[in-house]
């Protein structure tokens, strides 16, 4: 969905390094997630955002962090990258709503740690 | 707690055949269900969803999906397979209290065989 932008689309980085994934969208939705993808195992919840002043974890929190800069961006980090984070990571928005809106989602960022 | 089973990872039919992808959920209360395609390199696309009334949901691309209450099931179908409708398919389900998110199963990955 070219209206939810991930940058970079690859990123390969060395264990212990700190790496940024960033997430734009143009959707003008107030609800942004990050979610990441193994083989075998689904979507996985990080974190999610209701609005720029809310931030709650999700399923798998642990050596991640966000940022919500402005109701369009939100931004994801490893502060700590090690080996086992190595997957492909997605941002998705949804609007407000009873919690029946679907999810739109970026291309993906395919992170890879040595 | 909420879960989603897709006990297939894997679903092969011949072109022009009917296709059924299966998925059923376990949730507290009443579902929301959605049903999500992924095409190589890219995001999570939003095909359908169930959120109250008639048990058949007709979603894009000619897929459509049938809630069962009870057998908890929410099944993905389409009358007759194209090769472009090979793709990896994720079923999905959040209670309507809107306490939880959405919760993803591990995919179903079908091939369409010409």
């Known amino acids: 969905d070219a209206d939810v932008t991930q940058t970079p689309r690859n990123r390969i980085t060395k264990t212990g390094k700190r790496i940024m994934l960033e997430c734009s969208q143009t959707k003008g939705h107030d609800r942004m997630y990050w979610y990441r993808q193994d083989p075998g195992l689904g979507l996985r919840l990080i974190y999610y955002s209701f609005d720029v002043k809310d931030i709650n974890k999700g399923e798998i929190s642990d050596g991640y962090s966000v940022s919500r800069q402005a109701q369009a961006k939100f931004s994801l980090s490893l502060e700590s990258a090690i080996p086992n984070q190595t997957a492909l990571y997605f941002c998705?928005?949804?609007?407000?709503?009873?919690?029946?809106?679907?999810?739109?989602f970026g291309n993906g960022t395919r992170l890879t740690v040595t | 707690a909420q879960s989603v089973a897709q006990p297939e990872d894997q679903v092969n039919v011949a072109e022009g055949n009917p296709l059924t992808v299966k998925c059923t959920y376990s949730v507290s209360g009443n579902p929301y269900l959605f049903w999500y395609v992924q095409y190589p390199n890219r995001g999570l696309q939003f095909l359908l969803k169930y959120i109250t009334g008639d048990n058949l949901v007709k979603g894009s691309y000619g897929f459509e999906a049938e809630f069962n209450k009870s057998q908890t099931s929410f099944h993905l179908k389409k009358p007759s397979a194209l090769v472009s409708d090979s793709a990896l398919y994720f079923c999905a389900v959040r209670d309507q209290t809107g306490a939880n998110n959405l919760f993803f199963g591990t995919g179903t990955r079908l091939t369409v065989i010409p």
């Open positions: 998705a928005t949804s609007d407000s709503g009873q919690g029946n809106s679907p999810l739109h």
